[in-house]
């Protein structure tokens, strides 16, 4: 419940913004007459939207932080926008995130969010294909961040896929070859490990298969 209002309180800041200044008025307007003297507090309201406004995001991400499960991610595509803040364009990133089940979902961050926590200058957003460290709520997977001070593993989908392509062409060559063939179950068995693209571990599966 908490991860819940966190998450949306730090999702929806301009929304939440006006409704606690329309909560303010129609507070005052029905209390005014009942709590005279204690009506002052309803103008705590908007200055709570402010503040939300303001640190939603940081208060999410550290509660995530605290109590999160970790996991791992890896971007799969980068999508720019024609937003900027502060002269920075703002660029959408898609991610697969492997939950502790072993079961993947699709989420997304931006480069200017509170998704990178503890906030870090030298932090850079990783590459398409660069497997990361992230710490995700359980019920509510969207809601993660990227801790900005864990060693990451070293897993690159990219190149696993290249070395899965190598040892392919090698076993199409010579398929009696019984080095070859294990070098590309091997390769194959990595990538399946990896929390790569389920589509191509589907694939890739179905090669195994067929090879055994």
Same mark, same amino acid.
């Given at each position: 419940?908490?991860?819940?209002?966190?998450?949306? $309180?730090?999702?929806?800041g301009?929304?939440?913004?006006?409704?606690?200044?329309?909560?303010?008025?129609f507070?005052?307007?029905?209390? #005014? &007459?009942?709590f005279?003297?204690g009506?002052?507090?309803v103008?705590l309201?908007?200055?709570?939207?402010?503040? *939300?406004?303001? *640190?939603?995001?940081?208060w999410?991400?550290? %509660?995530?932080?605290k109590?999160?499960?970790?996991?791992?991610?890896?971007i799969?595509?980068?999508?720019?926008?024609?937003? %900027?803040i502060?002269h920075?364009?703002?660029?959408? %990133?898609?991610c697969?995130?492997k939950?502790?089940?072993?079961?993947?979902? &699709?989420?997304?961050?931006?480069? *200017?969010?509170?998704?990178?926590?503890?906030?870090?200058?030298?932090f850079?957003?990783?590459?398409v294909?660069?497997?990361?460290?992230?710490?995700?709520m359980?019920? @509510?997977?969207? *809601?993660?961040?990227?801790?900005? @001070?864990?060693?990451?593993p070293?897993y690159? !989908?990219?190149?696993l896929?290249q070395k899965?392509?190598?040892?392919?062409?090698?076993?199409? $060559?010579? &398929?009696?070859?019984?080095?070859n =063939?294990?070098i590309?179950?091997?390769r194959?068995q990595e990538?399946? =490990?990896?929390p !790569? @693209?389920?589509n191509? &571990? #589907?694939?890739?599966?179905?090669?195994?298969?067929?090879?055994?």
């Amino acid at each position: 419940m908490t991860s819940s209002i966190l998450h949306f $309180l730090s999702n929806h800041g301009f929304m939440v913004l006006p409704l606690t200044i329309l909560l303010t008025i129609f507070s005052f307007l029905l209390l #005014r &007459k009942k709590f005279p003297k204690g009506i002052f507090v309803v103008f705590l309201f908007p200055v709570f939207g402010i503040v *939300n406004l303001i *640190n939603g995001g940081e208060w999410n991400a550290s %509660y995530v932080y605290k109590n999160g499960v970790k996991g791992e991610a890896v971007i799969v595509s980068i999508v720019p926008t024609n937003n %900027y803040i502060n002269h920075v364009q703002v660029v959408e %990133y898609n991610c697969l995130i492997k939950l502790s089940n072993g079961k993947q979902v &699709k989420a997304m961050f931006e480069n *200017n969010g509170s998704v990178f926590y503890p906030q870090s200058s030298s932090f850079l957003v990783p590459v398409v294909g660069k497997v990361f460290t992230v710490k995700y709520m359980e019920g @509510d997977e969207t *809601n993660f961040i990227i801790p900005t @001070d864990v060693t990451n593993p070293e897993y690159n !989908c990219l190149e696993l896929m290249q070395k899965i392509s190598e040892a392919q062409a090698a076993f199409q $060559l010579d &398929k009696t070859n019984a080095k070859n =063939k294990s070098i590309y179950k091997s390769r194959v068995q990595e990538f399946m =490990k990896a929390p !790569c @693209d389920t589509n191509l &571990k #589907r694939a890739f599966q179905l090669q195994l298969e067929q090879i055994k």
